[in-house]
Nanobody, 119 residues
Framework: QVQIEERGGGSVQTGGSLNLSCALS????????MTWYRQTPGKEDEFVSS???????NIADSMKGRFFISRDNAKPAMYLQMNSLSPEDTATYSC?????????????WGQGVQVTVSS
């Protein structure tokens, strides 16, 4: 059974940093794409970053230079280091994973973690 574990988030002041992690379990010999996206009330969901089982990584252009991705292929897990945070980064950050195990494609959702940046 595939499970998502999200960690991190919290409250910081402008200019601060936070680290988020998203780890999958139950995906041995499966393909996967893991994505961080963020949600703000009244706005569309915004893509933040992704990794996949082929070794690809991707991060939103608007966040490059402030947000950095690292990964642990063994778990697998995706780590998002967020620097120089501003109030505009305040959102619920959620991890979702699309998995392909033995020909079966599934989508899995994390519960989300809150990031609050105060001015």
């Amino acid at each position: 059974q595939v499970q998502i574990e999200e960690r991190g988030g919290g409250s910081v002041q402008t200019g601060g940093s936070l680290n988020l992690s998203c780890a999958l379990s139950g995906v041995i010999n499966c393909g996967y794409v893991m994505t961080w996206y963020r949600q703000t009330p009244g706005k569309e969901d915004e893509f933040v970053s992704s990794i996949d089982s082929d070794g690809n990584t991707n991060i939103a252009d608007s966040m490059k230079g402030r947000f950095f991705i690292s990964r642990d292929n063994a778990k697998p897990a995706m780590y998002l280091q967020m620097n120089s945070l501003s109030p505009e980064d305040t959102a619920t950050y959620s991890c979702k994973a699309r998995t392909a195990c033995k020909g079966v494609n599934q989508m899995h959702w994390g519960q989300g973690v809150q990031v609050t940046v105060s001015s």
